[in-house]
């Protein structure tokens, strides 16, 4: 699948770094097929952080991305982090 198909995002925003990271995680585990390390693509740290402490994962299906969300709730305190926005039309960008 190209970066294309991953257009189903999500961002989040966490002032905490290592809630960003078990997100970066809980997203590879919840793209269940394809390239499961293009959901996380453009959240290194210094995205985060340039971000305004906001991450977007994409994923290839809807029910992808609500099953990362259901993942986060039921392990990430909610006070933690926050949902900005979803969108269906935007498609992950390959990183360099």
Not at 23 to 47: A, E, V
Not at 50 to 75: C, I, K, M, N, S
């Amino acid at each position: 699948m190209s970066h294309a198909a991953y257009k189903f995002s999500i961002t989040i925003k966490s002032d905490d770094l290592a809630v960003v990271n078990c997100l970066r995680s809980l997203s590879q585990f919840s793209q269940q097929s394809g390239n499961n390390r293009i959901p996380w693509g453009g959240t290194k740290d210094q995205d985060w952080k340039r971000d305004d402490h906001t991450v977007t994962f994409h994923f290839t299906t809807p029910q992808y991305r609500l099953g990362f969300v259901a993942e986060a709730r039921r392990l990430l305190p909610e006070t933690l982090w926050s949902v900005v926005r979803e969108s269906d039309k935007d498609p992950a960008r390959p990183q360099s």
